[in-house]
T-cell receptor
Framework: GQSLEQPSEVTAVEGAIVQINCTYQ??????LSWYQQHDGGAPTFLSY????GLEETGRFSSFLSRSDSYGYLLLQELQMKDSASYFC??????????????FGSGTRLSIRP | NAGVMQNPRHLVRRRGQEARLRCSPM?????VYWYRQLPEEGLKFMVY????????ESGMPKERFSAEFPKEGPSILRIQQVVRGDSAAYFC?????????????FGEGSRLTVL
């Protein structure tokens, strides 16, 4: 089976740094993605890691360790607008070689002034 | 430069009626994915389609739910004889032929309420 585990809620202070962890278990694995979703809105893509290591995109960075089936999203210089839900997602290979993306249950990030 | 278009944005149905949700992928995208999201929960995979072909429907209930992506026109997610438990937001996402970089482009969702 497939499963992704991430904390349900995280609270942080404006201007600080926060890390959201994700562990996954899947039968076939291509890579780990992160998405952001504001209340009532559509999920939007943040980052993708196919190889081990850190990918940096502005204030956001994402890390992957394939051997540990683990990744994290790092948000720096937090702003109030970063208050949202964050989902890790795995790109999974199936028997037909077609790949689909499976999402975790999400981490609700609340930013305090 | 239209993104993924979903309609209707909001749909109210009574128990036993049918719900049809439509999704037009981004221009140039030939793959469509449907996800269901309950309040305060994650995105649950339902079905993955290419034009005229269902690739993976492992997340879709065997009864009452069906999906199609015809050669012409939008992808349709159809829910027959709706029940209250079908109330949710249904998101459609699209990707180019090859899912490079793991990026899906999402529509704004269709919010179904079953009375």
């Amino acid at each position: 089976g497939q499963s992704l585990e991430q904390p349900s809620e995280v609270t942080a202070v404006e201007g600080a740094i926060v890390q959201i962890n994700c562990t996954y278990q899947t039968s076939g694995f291509y890579g780990l993605s992160w998405y952001q979703q504001h209340d009532g809105g559509a999920p939007t893509f943040l980052s993708y890691n196919a190889l081990d290591g850190l990918e940096e995109t502005g204030r956001f960075s994402s890390f992957l360790s394939r051997s540990d089936s683990y990744g994290y999203l790092l948000l720096q210089e937090l702003q109030m607008k970063d208050s949202a839900s964050y989902f890790c997602a795995v790109r999974e290979v199936s028997w037909s070689s077609a790949s689909k993306i499976i999402f975790g249950s999400g981490t609700r990030l609340s930013i305090r002034p | 430069n239209a993104g993924v278009m979903q309609n209707p944005r909001h749909l109210v149905r009574r128990r036993g009626q049918e719900a049809r949700l439509r999704c037009s992928p981004m221009k140039g995208h030939s793959h469509v994915y449907w996800y269901r999201q309950l309040p305060e929960e994650g995105l649950k995979f339902m079905v993955y389609l290419q034009k005229e072909n269902i690739i993976d429907e492992s997340g879709m209930p065997k009864e009452r739910f069906s999906a199609e992506f015809p050669k012409e026109g939008p992808s349709i997610l159809r829910i027959q004889q709706v029940v209250r438990g079908d109330s949710a937001a249904y998101f459609c996402a699209s990707s180019p032929r090859y899912l490079a970089g793991g990026e899906l482009f999402f529509g704004e969702g269709s919010r179904l309420t079953v009375l």
